[in-house]
């Protein structure tokens, strides 16, 4: 009987034992579940703060981008309106020395034209004196 009494104790004691862990098991996984969730909090927040530095750096970045291609854009049309300004100005230089050039060769012409006309005249004149 003995041995019962010590069977059914035991039986008893074990119970109670399992009983008691399963209490400490869920307060400890209720108390897990919350810390967990305390955590997965403070991540997101983390998180979201990130990011939105992240937006704001990324946003200047943009900014800074575009005003210095539109710099470049801005000093890339000066530098092509200075390019046509002197190709301009080559071009009329160009024209201008021919036309000058083509100027002295017809007033050289002329003169030619008006030397011969005196140096025929004069032929014709004396031919004409000879003529008798």
């Not at 030619?112 to 006309?117: G, L, Q």
């Amino acid at each position: 009987m003995l041995k019962r009494h010590l069977l059914i104790a035991s039986i008893l004691a074990g119970t109670f034992a399992v009983t008691a862990c399963s209490q400490q098991t869920q307060d400890n996984a209720a108390a897990t579940a919350d810390s967990a969730a305390d955590d997965a909090a403070a991540n997101t927040e983390a998180a979201a703060a990130e990011a939105e530095v992240a937006a704001q750096n990324a946003g200047t970045e943009l900014a800074e981008g575009a005003q210095t291609a539109g710099e470049n854009a801005s000093e890339a049309v000066a530098e092509t309106g200075d390019t046509l300004s002197e190709g301009a100005n080559a071009v009329v230089a160009n024209t201008a020395e021919a036309v000058a050039e083509g100027a002295s060769k017809v007033a050289d012409g002329a003169t030619d034209v008006a030397a011969n006309a005196e140096a025929n005249q004069a032929e014709a004149a004396v031919a004409e004196d000879q003529k008798y």
